[in-house]
């Protein structure tokens, strides 16, 4: 039996075609995005439907990556990372679904991990020793009995988060009796009653091709995947199966209310509905609508509602989360006191009354119907592939048994909308609907100063428990799994059954940067294949503004967007960029010379995208916004630096590998000191200073008055101009901008001064560490530069990933080499250890210095740094790279040097670099620690709440 193609649509939108099969004897499902695209997607997905919260799917996502049938090898997943070209290569697991995605540009390359992904997916070793490696294991510190493990670890570190607390406690109660009830990833309290048979028995219920969805994308042939798929699983596995799909939650005859503590330091007041199905188009579209009319600008009736209380915040959850099989609707109000909360629940409830009434203008509905539109037709970046993201988000629609057309295109959907919102009485039933709808949850948001103590105490009293109830037999029995575990993570692996990419598979030069044109009169105007969207960036040089102004920057960038300008407010200047852009941003960005003296040149960027139809509201949002910015609503000011002060206290721990890592970095690197400056431990103080100035008029009228001068000494700097879009829109957009006059000359980019190295131990109290370690390196235009890239790749294969993660139960651990900020970091990332980490990140330097380096992990090493040179670009991000690469003074010769020395890279060139750059040189360490009792290594001790207060 084999695939029988169902149906296939056109989406002119995309430039895309849907085609849409089924295999005849199991009903898997293969679902294809042919495009044009060189970039080749894969995935397969599983229904993982938990209902408890041991962290079964999480585990076993982890676990089939662990070797399988054909690729019995320790770490197929890991060893692929460095045997391939996949610019993607990853594994995720939902609160419904597991997801093994990966992308390539190179046919051999993605035939050959279609054959380990499927293998892993499906017929997986599941390993004793790998479960207790990757899930959880007990084990003795001296004579300490402690939990191990990956996942434990990494989810102890996912509780961190506020907002995933505060998510899990509403699911647990609007979503009883689903498997949204329970933690998919693991709650660490649970974790440890799984076990490794029932792990097994949910491989064999949920991942099978009865369950799987196969889905595709861009220039690969689908039929050349089908049968690989057919003759590698469905040739060995058979049987019809139900889809296995999460429950549904039972509606509510009244609403329920509920107390949800979380790790943060303010009380708060969430209200949750649950709603339709979000494979269901229309109730799906209506939430986004009620979102939007909601909550989408300053100006909407909630937003202003809530931001014009005088106290708290508007909820980081806020609006549609359509993330699982029904619609959760959230509205909430954080940064409050105990005696605030009814007020602030009473204000939302009014101001949905009043929009259940009045209704929202017509012009805030149609823009969120064309924002719909936009994202459906843009060619997006980021880490994540365009592709890849695509198939992402139509996935829903088919795992909860929804029409997967939907996912791609809905269109005859938006059609319809388009007629009922011209009706206003449309929208105000929505929102009726919201204040009717039963199945309402009442939250009241407890902060608990003792959430990680309590939770580390329950965990400690059971292993004292467990500990003093066992006997020496059942000892010894731990004792001997951690020395089996140890030898297997020891022993050398032969991975030549894995598939593998050469150094001399590879092209060897580099893809040329996009030839940007010579700026004329300080406009670059450039055309792309960009499917209709035009771009247009107005970029401010501010390299020569002073160390001092680095944090006003920030603040400035943060503000300038939420305030007024002209003779609008903040509330009539948001929504009149909503109506007329589907995307407005301004931004700081930094970048720090590859040649000469590293200097570091700085830019504002005002920055503004949308359909080309858009290109006149485009030049006038952005031409509006620098000409007429303002500053002087303090009111607004004072709220805004008031909820960035009180969000950056509640993240402090969930932030702490960024404070980690740019603390070690900092004295090493312009353009690190200057991160750390404007949004590192250092960024601290100045924030706290912000929100006691505030608390004065005299204080927050000299903040405006400076905001107010450094918008008019931006302005006067020197700019470029940046525009893109099909054909000639790009100068034509260029043209349609009305711009302030430069008054100044171009400033001299700075050179920051270099402080003594780090030592420091960033604590606030937590369940994990993050470790980092820098050395101070030459950029990408010294020769040594591409063998310090290949160095940092082979320390993480053959030592560090082994030693810090396999071993030492870290989540992730890695070195590796910035040509871009002149550093080379060793580090850790969730780690329940610190001075064992740091203790291996020196064994790694010993190693490489007597180490017999190995021809295969050298090309392996080698096929790392490629994959991130070789990684596809978006027409507009090429756009950007290449701009990028000339502000850095990067040129096509430098990147075609940079290119033959990593291909060249031998033994001899690694050690060389190691010696002279790394080994017993002096360097910054730096640390979050979330426990200040256990051994710091010598770090100095650095309170992160004392500096944030």
Known sequence: MSFKKLRTRDIPAMQAQVQEYEHEGTGARHIHLATDDAEMVFLVAFPTVPDVSDGRAHILEHLALCGSARYPVRDPFFSMLRRSTAHFMNAMTYSDKTVYPFASTDRADFFNLLDVYLDAAFFPNLDYLDFRQEGWRHAFEGDKLVYQGIVFNEMKGAFADPVRALDGGIAAHLLKGTTYEVESGGDPLEIPSLTHEALKQFHASHYHPSQAVFMTAGGVDPLAVQRQIEERVLSRLSGRAPRMLPQLAPAWTAPQAVDVAIPANEHGVQIAWLLGESTDPLPLYEAQLLEAGLLSNAASPLTRAMESAGFGRPSAMNGADAGGRQIVFHLGMEGLTAEQVADARQRIWSALEGTARDGVPHAVLQATLRDLRFHQREISGGRTPHLLRRLLRAIPFEMYAGDIMHGFDSEDVLAELEQRIADPAYFKGLAQRLLDNPTRLDITVVPDADYFPKRKQIEDE?????????????????????AALQERQRRVVNNDVLPRIKPQDVHALPRPAHALPQAEDGVIAVSIPSNGISYARVSYDVSGFEEAAWPWLQLYVDVVGELGMGDKSYEEADAWRQDRVPFFDVSLQAVQAQQGDDRLHLHIDFYAKGLREQNGDIAEVLSETIRTARFDELERLSFLIDSMVEDTRNNLADEGDSYARLAATAPLSPVRAFENRVKGAAALPFYAGLQTQIESEEGLAEIAGQLARLHQRIIGSQRLVLTAGVEDDAPALAAMLELPAATAPAGKPVMPPAPGLANAGLHITAQVNHCFAAWPV????????????????????????????EEGGAYGGQAGYSPSAGTFVMMSYRDPRLAATYADFARALEWIRGAEL???????????????????RTPYADVMYALDQQRQGVTEDMRRRYREGVLSCDAARLKAVAAAWLDGKPHSRAAFIGNAAQDVAGLEIVDLKALAE
């Open 778 to 805: 030459p950029g990408m235009a010294h020769p040594d530069a591409p063998a310090l890239a290949v160095l940092g790749e082979i320390l993480t294969n053959q030592v560090l990933h082994q030693a810090l993660r």
């Open 854 to 872: 190995k021809q295969e992990n050298i090309e392996e090493a080698i096929i790392c740094v490629i994959q991130d040179l070789d990684k596809p």
């Open 462 to 482: 059971r292993l004292a428990a467990l500990q003093a109830s066992m006997s020496e037999a059942e000892k010894q029995r731990i004792m001997d799994e951690s």
